[in-house]
């Protein structure tokens, strides 16, 4: 029997797996996929917290700011001190395994859950590994598969992500003129609630959009204005971007996207995935040295990872809820009232991609306005 079972090979997963390894435990971990990181379902946007996680060769970019675009037509570029990694994610995943792997992680790839069961004595998990079907039991199982995860339909079947956006994105052979900054536009043209992006990633491009109940219609009207031409490759997939209130249960506990723990004003969940997966496995590892697997003891999980990113994670939430109600003259309105010098400044210090709130309740403390737009958004001029 083994330690622990990890569902998922995804940055999340294997960041658990390696921790929970480097303790001296077995731990096998299943990927449905036929290898690690594909597809690519993320723009690989990361602060340096990320890259000093994880060993890993797979930068291909390094940006300084934004050109930050609004429905009318204007724009205003935010320099930063500090450098944004852009990495190619596939490699990203692979490195991240690899260090599981170097560890004694055993991983099984094209190995697709199909039932979970657990008991006072273990866990048993049911899979596929290349179409036999095999059956692997454990103290412990930590789902780290996702938005879609299917360890948390299974296992707790009455906990949903409450709030999710969908997302879609194309790699394109076409570089961005601007390889320094990541280019946000904002307003309904292109998103619904969110916003949409480009991103400079070396020899090729990212651009992508996400929202509420969104169409490809506005996915198309973002690439055919753009890079239609040049596409190499299209993505598209849900965001949870909030958490679960209990991501824990009798011998096992949810990582990352498949508990809902990403940064809810970006969607980025590499940074917060990795966290949660380390905090895992320390409560995995409490739980093996107490032999206590209850979900009361691991209750203790959602105090460690919550500590670390949980008030930041509620701050931008409660942002994020009031960000999707702008509407497009607000958004203009918002945009000439930030464009001094003075407030890119603030920007530029306060900013952090890890630690958003912090930035956007400096720049709303100097321009009350923003308020204003923010909590009593407008259509039009003659609404005022």
């Excluded at 824990?248 to 990795?274: C, H, N, Q, W």
Aim: aromatic share 8%.
């Amino acid at each position: 029997m083994h330690d622990f079972i990890v569902v998922g090979g995804g940055p999340s997963g294997s960041y658990c797996s390696q921790h929970l390894a480097s303790k001296g435990f077995n731990v096998v971990q299943l990927e449905e996929h036929q290898s690690i990181g594909k597809p690519v379902e993320c723009t690989g946007l990361v602060s340096k917290r990320v890259v000093s996680m994880v060993k890993t060769e797979s930068i291909v970019n390094r940006v300084h700011g934004a050109n930050v675009f609004f429905p009318d037509g204007n724009h205003i570029q935010i320099g930063k001190e500090e450098e944004t990694i852009v990495l190619e994610r596939d490699r990203f995943d692979q490195d991240v395994a690899a260090m599981a792997i170097s560890r004694g992680v055993e991983l099984r790839l094209n190995a697709r859950v199909n039932d979970i069961k657990t008991s006072d004595e273990n866990v048993k998990v049911t899979f596929r590994d290349d179409g036999n079907l095999k059956e692997i039991r454990a103290h412990g199982i930590i789902g780290a598969d996702g938005a879609n995860s299917i360890t948390r339909k299974i296992l707790f079947p009455d906990q949903r992500l409450s709030r999710v956006v969908s997302a879609y994105q194309i790699d394109s052979a076409k570089k961005l003129d601007d390889q320094d900054n990541v280019n946000v536009y904002l307003g309904s043209q292109y998103s619904r609630g969110y916003f949409a992006w480009g991103t400079p990633a070396g020899d090729f491009s990212r651009l992508g959009t996400a929202g509420f109940g969104l169409s490809r219609e506005k996915f198309k009207n973002l690439y055919k204005k753009f890079l239609e031409p040049n596409k190499v490759s299209i993505t598209g997939g849900p965001i949870p971007i909030s958490f679960l209130k209990k991501p824990f249960g009798e011998r096992s506990l949810l990582v990352g996207d498949a508990a809902g723990i990403v940064k809810p004003l970006s969607g980025g969940g590499i940074y917060t995935g990795m966290v949660s997966g380390e905090k895992a496995a320390i409560a995995m590892e409490m739980a093996y040295e107490r032999e206590n697997f209850s979900g009361k003891f691991l209750s203790l999980y959602n105090r460690l990872w919550k500590r670390e990113i949980g008030r930041e994670l509620k701050r931008d939430y409660r942002i994020q809820k009031m960000y999707a109600k702008i509407t497009d003259y607000s958004f203009n309105s918002i945009g000439q009232s930030i464009t001094s010098e003075r407030i890119k400044r603030i920007i530029n210090t306060v900013g952090d991609i890890d630690y958003p709130s912090r930035v956007v309740f400096s720049i709303m403390l100097r321009r009350p306005s923003i308020i204003r737009n923010v909590l009593f958004p407008r259509k039009k001029i003659d609404e005022e």
